[in-house]
Nanobody, 126 residues
Framework: QVQLVESGGGLVQAGESLRLACAAS????????MGWFRQAPGKEREFVGT????????KDADSVKGRLTISRDNAKNTVYLQMNSLKLEDTAVYYC???????????????????WGQGIQVTVSS
């Protein structure tokens, strides 16, 4: 049974940093590109970033470029999202996801991801 469990969310002030982690089990972690998405109330799920199987190739959304960085540790079956200089508009539920094996190296569309975590709340206050 595949499980993706996010941790590290919470309430922070604007300008502060937070690191999310997503622990994976039940799958050959290193075989899957991994991604982070987020969804704010009343909005569609939004791509944040993707890292390829090796951790060497990354793709970030323009809206978070330079502030939010995805990485992975295949030895720990964990993918991370480092979030710096957080803004009010970063408030959302953050989801990690495992891409389908047949997708491109760094997919970024929701349908390209077949396994999802339950999500974790990040709230940025002023």
């Amino acid at each position: 049974q595949v499980q993706l469990v996010e941790s590290g969310g919470g309430l922070v002030q604007a300008g502060e940093s937070l690191r999310l982690a997503c622990a994976a089990s039940g799958l050959t972690f290193g075989a899957y590109p991994m991604g982070w998405f987020r969804q704010a109330p009343g909005k569609e799920r939004e791509f944040v970033g993707t890292v390829d199987r090796s951790g060497n190739i990354k793709k970030d959304a323009d809206s978070v470029k330079g502030r939010l960085t995805i990485s992975r540790d295949n030895a720990k079956n964990t993918v991370y999202l480092q979030m710096n200089s957080l803004k009010l508009e970063d408030t959302a539920v953050y989801y990690c996801a495992a891409a389908s094996l047949s997708t491109k190296i760094v997919p970024s569309d929701v349908p390209e991801f077949g396994r999802w975590g339950q999500g974790i709340q990040v709230t940025v206050s002023s």
